[in-house]
């Protein structure tokens, strides 16, 4: 499978489980020193933040309104970016 079929099926997938447009539930889990970068992605929006058992980890939750999958997959792709980056 190459990545346009991934992306086509993430895409589907999306559609079918959201009527867009909506409120997404971005989850990511980074190292506490990427946090910053996560919280760049989504400018004036608020966030949950968890941090790990021991601490060097950070569980980042944003609520976003999302137009439509494609806003909600290019957001994981510049997420992807993020050294150490977990998306749930």
């Known amino acids: 499978m190459d990545y346009s079929e991934k992306f086509k099926q993430q895409k589907e997938l999306l559609d079918q489980q959201h009527d867009f447009p909506c409120e997404y ?31 060097n980890y950070m569980s980042v939750s944003v609520k976003h309104h999302a137009e439509s999958s494609d806003l909600v997959l290019a957001i994981y ?3 992807a970016l993020i050294e150490g980056l977990i998306a749930l």
Request: net charge positive.
């Open 77 to 79: 792709e510049k997420a």
């Open 25 to 55: 539930l971005f989850k990511f889990i980074v190292p506490k020193a990427q946090v910053e970068k996560v919280k760049a992605l989504f400018p004036g929006h608020q966030y949950e933040l968890r941090p790990s058992k021991k601490g």
